[in-house]
């Protein structure tokens, strides 16, 4: 079984100002996919980010970056440029690879990110 | 504006009241999957579907029963709820093959509260 462990609760970061949201998992598999995704105060689950295991690169979207670590089974978010926009809650999520059927995300428990004006 | 689209967006029902949570996706997706996400808790996987076909039930009771017609449209028939069950009902899609199988995507999800 996958776990997904997000140790910081709570975070804030004035406007414009960088901020890094950490994630660690633990996993027995070799191929996966990891992923972040936000959910504002709608509700909807927005997917930010993916990163697939095989890649060495880190996966960049506009001012959104990652750093994977795949020996440490960490996968942390960079957000540049921070906008009030960027308030929400943040998840981090394991995707095992699998063909051919349907999917699997387990979630990990959130970061509560505010961007101050 | 969203591929994958929950109606109601908000419902309150009594605990001995029958009711219905409805999903569509309109990308093309195979795979249809509903989530829990209560207060203070990580995201629950509910049930699976994979070609109309359920292919995970992790647990859940009885009281909630899902129905997919066909590979664009999920329901989550409910009835006589706890209270403990209001929460949001998050309904999601993705592919099965390719590289754009490796992302679910999400609707708005349904609000429930269970009176």
């Known amino acids: 079984a996958q776990t997904v462990t997000q140790s910081q609760p709570e975070m804030s970061v004035q406007e414009a100002e960088t901020v890094t949201l950490s994630c660690t998992y633990d996993?027995?598999?070799?191929?996966?996919?990891l992923f972040w995704y936000k959910q504002p105060p709608s509700r909807q689950m927005i997917l930010v980010i993916r990163?697939?295991?095989?890649?060495?690169q880190n996966a960049t979207e506009n001012r959104f970056s990652v750093n994977f670590q795949k020996a440490a089974k960490s996968f942390s978010l960079k957000i540049s440029d921070s906008q009030l926009g960027d308030t929400a809650m943040y998840f981090c999520?394991?995707?095992?690879?699998?063909?051919?059927?349907?999917?699997?995300?387990?979630f990990g428990s959130g970061t509560q990110l505010t961007v101050l004006p | 504006e969203t591929g994958v689209t929950q109606t109601p967006r908000h419902l309150v029902m009594g605990m001995t009241n029958k009711k219905s949570l409805k999903c569509e996706q309109h990308l093309g997706h195979n795979a249809m999957y509903w989530y829990k996400q209560s207060a203070k808790k990580p995201l629950e996987l509910m049930f699976v579907?994979?070609?109309?076909?359920?292919?995970e039930n992790n647990s859940v009771p009885s009281r909630f029963s899902p129905e997919c017609p066909n590979s664009s449209h999920l329901f989550l028939h409910l009835h006589t709820l706890q209270p403990e069950d209001s929460a949001l009902y998050l309904c999601?899609?993705?592919?099965?093959?390719?590289?754009?199988?490796?992302?679910?995507?999400f609707g708005e999800g349904s609000w429930l509260t269970v009176v």
């Open positions: 996993t027995s598999e070799n191929n996966y996919y």
């Open positions: 990163q697939e295991a095989y890649k060495q």
């Open positions: 999520a394991f995707m095992k690879h699998v063909s051919g059927s349907a999917r699997q995300l387990t």
């Open positions: 579907y994979n070609f109309k076909e359920q292919t």
């Open positions: 999601a899609s993705s592919q099965v093959a390719g590289s754009e199988g490796n992302t679910i995507y």
